[in-house]
């Protein structure tokens, strides 16, 4: 049971395995390998920064497969930091990765510049949140989005942000 939990189990998979039964995707799951092998060793050819975006989850290895066809190191870097920021599919970044453009990246292309307050208000929100904060306008209403990177800084944010609203 100790061996079960060091291993992060369930109690419902440690009873499984007792009674000698898997589930189907846990005999799917034990029938492939945890990393492709392939993938780990292209994983070596990335700069170490992509490296540690996959170590720490920030990245899968279907988002790391496309920036193997960028030569260049740093953009492999701009490309990989930016899909763990934004959270883009990997079909997103091989468009990226390619040179393509998708519908959403054309569409953005197009749209209009940020008018001066809203991009100084979105700045000023930055530096406060010490954090990546984007308005986005649309008619009269529109988004607030504000970027975390963890649990902690989340609560960091969360806890400015309540206190900045005062007691109620």
Do not use: C, H, N, W
Not at 42 to 69: H, S, W
Not at 100 to 110: D, H
């Amino acid at each position: 049971a100790r061996r079960a939990a060091d291993e992060g189990m369930s109690a419902r998979e440690l009873e499984a395995r007792a009674s000698g039964k898997r589930s189907a995707a846990g005999r799917k799951a034990a029938a492939r390998p945890a990393v492709d092998p392939d993938t780990a060793a292209a994983a070596d050819k990335l700069p170490r920064q992509v490296q540690d975006l996959l170590r720490e989850g920030r990245l899968t290895a279907g988002q790391a497969r496309p920036l193997l066809a960028i030569a260049e190191p740093e953009r492999q870097i701009r490309l990989a930091r930016r899909a763990a920021d934004e959270g883009m599919s990997a079909r997103e970044l091989e468009a990226r990765a390619s040179g393509k453009r998708s519908a959403a990246g054309r569409k953005a292309a197009a749209r209009p510049a940020v008018d001066p307050d809203t991009a100084a208000a979105a700045d000023k929100l930055t530096r406060r949140l010490q954090t990546r904060v984007e308005i986005r306008r649309r008619g009269r209403g529109g988004q607030l989005r504000i970027s975390f990177g963890s649990e902690e800084e989340l609560m960091r944010i969360y806890e400015m942000l309540m206190r900045a609203g005062g007691k109620r």
